[in-house]
Nanobody, 122 residues
Framework: VHVVESGGGLVQAGSSLRLSCAAS????????MGWFRQAPGKEREFVAA???????LYADSVKGRFTISRDNAKNTVYLQMNSLTPEDTAVYYC?????????????????WGQGTQVTVSS
């Protein structure tokens, strides 16, 4: 399974960005997909996840601002990020599980992309 993120960039606080993640190989619709992020000097943290059936889960820090969605026809998952703050600055990673159920533990995800940088200036 090959996972590729895109859509990162440099934006001002209060702006929006949409990240995309294309996953090839296997049956995409049966996989749970997750977004994680890692800021300099910090551990990788859970951001959002979506199950194969579309159930979603969010970290408290992004709830109400970020939306995860998936298009199974395009083998793609999205992360719409609104009202960005400098605290959202990080490398954002997309990950895929071999199973449909979602989890917040990054160690339970089997395939990872290379990451995309999101920088929010104040």
């Amino acid at each position: 399974v090959h996972v590729v993120e895109s859509g990162g960039g440099l934006v001002q606080a209060g702006s929006s960005l949409r990240l995309s993640c294309a996953a090839s190989g296997g049956t995409f619709s049966s996989r749970a997909m997750g977004w994680f992020r890692q800021a300099p000097g910090k551990e990788r943290e859970f951001v959002a996840a979506i199950s194969g059936s579309g159930y979603t889960l969010y970290a408290d820090s992004v709830k109400g601002r970020f939306t995860i969605s998936r298009d199974n026809a395009k083998n793609t998952v999205y992360l719409q990020m609104n009202s960005l703050t400098p605290e959202d600055t990080a490398v954002y990673y997309c990950a895929a599980r071999s199973l449909a159920s979602i989890l917040t533990n990054p160690q339970r995800y089997d395939y990872w992309g290379q990451g995309t940088q999101v920088t929010v200036s104040s």
